[in-house]
Structures are given as C-alpha cells and as structure tokens.
C-alpha cells in the first residue's frame, strides 16, 4: 500500500488478503507500496509469447466509498455491520486484452476464440447448394464458418485465401463428398485431416470448442 492511506491503520490490517491468495496455491508476491489509497489490491500479470508481462486483471477492496456512502446491512446476528465494496476487473481493459492476445497468437486465435473458424470451399458452382448445407448445420451448432461461391476463384486460390484470413479448418466439398456426406478438412498450416463425415467433423470441432485448447487438435 501507500504510505498515505484513507482510514485507519487497523480498517487496512484488517483487509489483509494474503489468506485468499495462500488458498488459491499459485506463487505470488508482495509488490510495496503498489497498494490503492481505499485498500488492498491484488493484481495478476501475465506474460505474453515474447516473455514480457502486462499487468491486466485486479482485485480491489475498498473500504472507503462504504465509508462515504454509509453503506450498512443487516448481519445473521441481527447487528448492523459495513460491507465492503469489491471493485472486479478480469480482463482490465478489454482493448488491451485483445491487443495482448492477438499479438501473443500472432493472429492465428485458437478455434475456441476465433472469430473465423471454417471455411467451406465447393470445387466447382453445381457443389455450392452442398457447401451451404454443411455451413448451415454447423452454423446451428454455434460453430462460426463462412463460404466461398466465387465462381471466378480458382480451387487453389480460394485455399489459400482462406489460409491467409487464418480460418483454423477448411473444408472442400466435391462429387465424392456430396454423395457419401462428408467434407475433406485441411488446417490454415495446411494439414490434411482428410475426409470426416458431417455428424464427425461437427462433433469435433464442438468438443474442441468446449475444451478451450489453445492447440486445434481434432484428436
């Protein structure tokens, strides 16, 4: 904390939140005199692919505006007691979250929270009702996946667009894969999963959704 603190000594001792953090198991460390002037903090930094740290989540307790606004509530025990206000940032800003993220990925966002997900690319136009039935079902599942009906792209232009907007799968629909209902996935690395049926390749990409992988495995 700093050395000029609003309150008494005994209302900031008492704030003490060692405890929790000791409870919680992970290490930590005092930082002096880095403390609000209304109470203890707790910050958590994190560290991002070049190793350096940012400063973004933090706890605060505030003893003070309880003070000031002559907050009280009624206790079990039928006594009047202060509460005290938690003031609760998980992300800290989300602009510098986003920015720390997107630089720490280096814009390829794990599936989990990519804003581009799949991609379903039809070899040829008389395939494109296909591809909007595959983009229409994982769609309802919540999965985000885009189509390209270009018909003046070429098969391996439209790969590689893909590629390049980072879409973690993509997806290739032919006459193979109409007719035995199923799709050809390949990664933006371009790694070749080869074919899945529909009801597969969905239920994959939901449970790597849920497990929150920063790895797109589809194992």
Same mark, same amino acid.
């Given at each position: 904390?700093?050395?000029?603190?609003?309150? &008494? @000594? #005994?209302?900031?001792?008492?704030?003490?939140?060692?405890?929790? !953090?000791? @409870?919680?198991? @992970?290490?930590?460390?005092?930082?002096?005199?880095?403390?609000?002037?209304?109470?203890?903090?707790?910050?958590?930094? *994190?560290?991002?692919? !070049?190793?350096?740290?940012?400063?973004?989540?933090?706890?605060?307790?505030?003893?003070?505006?309880?003070?000031?606004? =002559?907050?009280?509530?009624?206790?079990?025990?039928?006594?009047?007691?202060?509460?005290?206000?938690?003031?609760?940032?998980?992300?800290? &800003?989300? /602009?510098?979250?986003?920015?720390?993220?997107? @630089?720490?990925?280096?814009?390829?966002?794990?599936?989990?929270?990519?804003?581009?997900?799949?991609?379903?690319?039809?070899?040829?136009?008389?395939?494109? +009702?296909?591809?909007?039935?595959?983009?229409?079902?994982?769609? =309802?599942?919540?999965?985000?996946?885009?189509?390209? !009906?270009?018909?003046?792209?070429?098969?391996?232009?439209?790969?590689?667009?893909?590629?390049?907007?980072?879409?973690?799968?993509?997806?290739?629909?032919? #006459?193979?894969?109409?007719?035995?209902?199923?799709?050809?996935?390949?990664?933006?690395?371009?790694? *070749?999963?080869? /074919?899945?049926?529909? /009801? +597969?390749?969905? /239920?994959?990409?939901?449970?790597?959704?849920?497990?929150?992988?920063? *790895?797109?495995?589809?194992?």
């Amino acid at each position: 904390r700093k050395h000029q603190i609003a309150g &008494t @000594e #005994e209302a900031v001792v008492s704030t003490q939140s060692t405890g929790a !953090l000791d @409870e919680f198991g @992970e290490p930590w460390e005092v930082n002096p005199g880095d403390g609000a002037f209304y109470g203890p903090k707790i910050d958590i930094a *994190v560290r991002d692919a !070049l190793r350096r740290q940012h400063q973004c989540a933090t706890i605060q307790l505030d003893f003070q505006l309880p003070i000031r606004f =002559n907050l009280l509530y009624n206790a079990p025990d039928g006594t009047e007691k202060r509460p005290v206000i938690v003031h609760r940032a998980v992300l800290g &800003t989300i /602009e510098r979250m986003t920015g720390i993220l997107t @630089e720490h990925f280096a814009g390829k966002w794990p599936f989990w929270l990519s804003p581009r997900q799949v991609m379903v690319i039809p070899v040829m136009p008389m395939f494109n +009702d296909y591809a909007i039935q595959i983009r229409d079902k994982l769609h =309802n599942q919540h999965i985000v996946i885009d189509t390209d !009906l270009d018909d003046g792209a070429t098969l391996n232009k439209k790969v590689r667009n893909a590629q390049l907007a980072q879409y973690n799968f993509i997806f290739v629909v032919g #006459e193979k894969e109409q007719n035995s209902g199923t799709v050809n996935v390949r990664t933006r690395d371009n790694v *070749v999963h080869g /074919e899945h049926t529909i /009801e +597969d390749i969905t /239920e994959k990409l939901i449970r790597l959704r849920d497990s929150k992988s920063n *790895v797109d495995n589809l194992e």
